[in-house]
T-cell receptor, first 115, second 111 residues
Framework: GAGVSQSPRYKVAKRGQDVALRCDPISGHVSLFWYQQALGQGPEFLTYFQNEAQLDKSGLPSDRFFAERPEGSVSTLKIQRTQQEDSAVYLC?????????????FGQGTRLTVV | AQSVSQHNHHVILSEAASLELGCNYSYGGTVNLFWYVQYPGQHLQLLLKYFSGDPLVKGIKGFEAEFIKSKFSFNLRKPSVQWSDTAEYFCAVKGYSTLTFGKGTMLLVSP
């Protein structure tokens, strides 16, 4: 596809359930980012990949959050034992490369609601 | 660490009014600056960006922003807003790798 694709668009999980969110970046984009956007807030950085290497995971809020990008393309964000505070929109973005003077393109996000 | 501060959380304007949304950032090195817009129910879209050169940048839909390095500011402007500009606006700063966003400004334009 032409843009960043995320699935599912909406996910309702019961508290304690594990969830997996998928991101298909723009083909050929080296860098991939995950952000969390709580209601009424700006996107908050979670983690970042360059190809298959996870270079920064400083934004992951707890060890229940895990992200991978095993072949340097599709990425999955996994949340174990979901809690109500995990309810948010999870955004994925990709860019052609790391560094300055690059633009990130965002997907439509996955809205996670934990009940 | 980089951070972004947006001055107003909510702005209400009438159509044809002028708009200025404030954005200040903190970062110790060279930065790229962005304004993104999020229309209701839609994904983040890039309005404009500053990488280098002319500090006055023009974006889509008549928006522009001015980078003032001495003030660490990147304010967004539009001379005459339309009802269709109702959306949430995010300022963002990028160092070498990651984007850092402000908390956003919700703009409501009344017809």
């Amino acid at each position: 596809g032409a843009g960043v694709s995320q699935s599912p668009r909406y996910k309702v999980a019961k508290r304690g359930q594990d969830v997996a969110l998928r991101c298909d970046p723009i083909s050929g984009h080296v860098s991939l980012f995950w952000y969390q956007q709580a209601l009424g807030q700006g996107p908050e950085f979670l983690t970042y990949f360059q190809n298959e290497a996870q270079l920064d995971k400083s934004g992951l809020p707890s060890d229940r959050f895990f992200a991978e990008r095993p072949e340097g393309s599709v990425s999955t964000l996994k949340i174990q034992r979901t809690q109500q505070e995990d309810s948010a929109v999870y955004l994925c973005a990709s860019s052609t490369r790391t560094g300055l003077n690059t633009e990130a393109f965002f997907g439509q996000g996955t809205r996670l609601t934990v009940v | 660490a980089q951070s972004v501060s947006q001055h107003n959380h909510h702005v209400i304007l009438s159509e044809a009014a002028s708009l200025e949304l404030g954005c200040n950032y903190s970062y110790g090195g060279t930065v790229n600056l962005f304004w993104y817009v999020q229309y209701p129910g839609q994904h983040l879209q890039l309005l404009l960006k500053y990488f280098s050169g002319d500090p006055l940048v023009k974006g889509i839909k008549g928006f522009e922003a001015e980078f003032i390095k001495s003030k660490f500011s990147f304010n967004l402007r539009k001379p005459s807003v339309q009802w269709s500009d109702t959306a949430e606006y995010f300022c963002a700063v990028k160092g070498y790798s990651t984007l850092t966003f402000g908390k956003g400004t919700m703009l409501l334009v009344s017809p």
